[in-house]
């Protein structure tokens, strides 16, 4: 029986320069490996250890990369290890088989929404009316199922975030700030959901997880196992649960440490 490991990407397996959180001298740090370029630019990063990690980790067990991005966003990482059968995007609005997505799966999260919480459109609207141009940088809508804002951080008033996750919560959507990021996102839409499908279809035995934000919270929560590392929503929240391993690394390091804690787990006899 293999065992199934759902992680995060952003934040938890790859680092933009701006998130490695590097703290040694520069002569001590870690070598990088760019997994990520963008516009002809390199964007994400992990360490070279972590890189050999994740393709050992690859080997052992079904890896199902499980993000927020949307397909083609997630399309533009490149991974080491073997190609990944199963990736889920969209926070498990799309499960991509060999790189496909499934439709009936899709399918199935669309008449979910439909049936559980405000519609995309209502959210859209508010989104427009209530934040205030100053700070907000870009207004995006993700794979046609929720929005984002990319926003100047350090402008960005406290009270408006409180406010907006308080609404959308009366409309069954879930308010998630990463970085320079505010994710507006229907409830029902969750990771965990997708990657219960996988290990149905893989007849998995053992599920473990990372991740570092809000968003990952149900995924956390739905493994047997999971990690989350010392930075990002979470940790800030000192949010943790029964099986949750709250890490004290922070930055592209923690990265490395997750990975070293699931392939030290997947190859534990059970
Ligand atoms: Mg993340």
């Known amino acids: 029986m293999p065992a199934l490991v759902a992680s995060d990407l952003d934040r938890t397996l790859i680092y933009s320069a701006a998130a490695l959180a590097l703290t040694m001298p520069d002569a001590r740090a870690p070598r990088l490996l760019c997994v990520e370029v963008h516009e002809s630019r390199p964007l994400s990063y992990m360490t070279e250890t972590a890189a ?13 990369p499980t993000t927020t991005r949307t397909r083609k966003q997630y399309q533009r990482i490149n991974l080491p ?7 889920i995007c969209a926070n498990g609005g799309h499960l991509l088989v060999d790189g496909e997505t499934d439709r009936d799966w899709h ?3 669309l008449a979910r929404l439909a049936d559980e919480c ?3 459109s209502e959210v859209r609207e508010h989104l427009l009316r209530t934040a205030d141009p100053v700070w907000v940088r870009k207004q995006r809508v993700a794979d046609d199922l929720f929005a984002y804002l990319v926003v100047e951080r350090e402008l960005l008033p406290e009270e408006w975030v409180k406010e907006l996750a308080a609404w959308a919560e009366n409309r069954g959507w ?3 700030l990463q ?4 994710y507006a996102v229907p409830a029902p839409l969750t990771k965990s959901a997708a990657v219960h499908e996988i290990a149905r279809r893989t007849g998995a035995d053992l599920t473990l997880a990372a991740g570092d934000s809000l968003l990952d919270a149900d995924l956390l929560l739905a493994a047997d196992r999971s990690w989350r590392p010392g930075h990002g929503e979470l940790a800030d929240a000192a949010w943790t649960a029964p099986g949750v391993h709250a890490l004290p690394e922070r930055g592209v390091l923690a ?3 997750i990975l070293r804690e699931l392939l030290r787990t ?3 006899p059970r």
């Open 52 to 64: 050999e990690l994740l393709t050992d980790l690859g080997d052992a067990a079904v890896f199902v």
């Open 81 to 87: 290890g073997p190609p990944p059968r199963f990736a």
């Open 107 to 109: 399918a199935r999260v």
């Open 118 to 120: 405000a519609p995309l």
């Open 174 to 176: 879930t308010v998630s």
């Open 179 to 182: 970085g320079r990021k505010i």
């Open 255 to 257: 990265g490395e440490r």
């Open 266 to 268: 997947v190859r534990t």
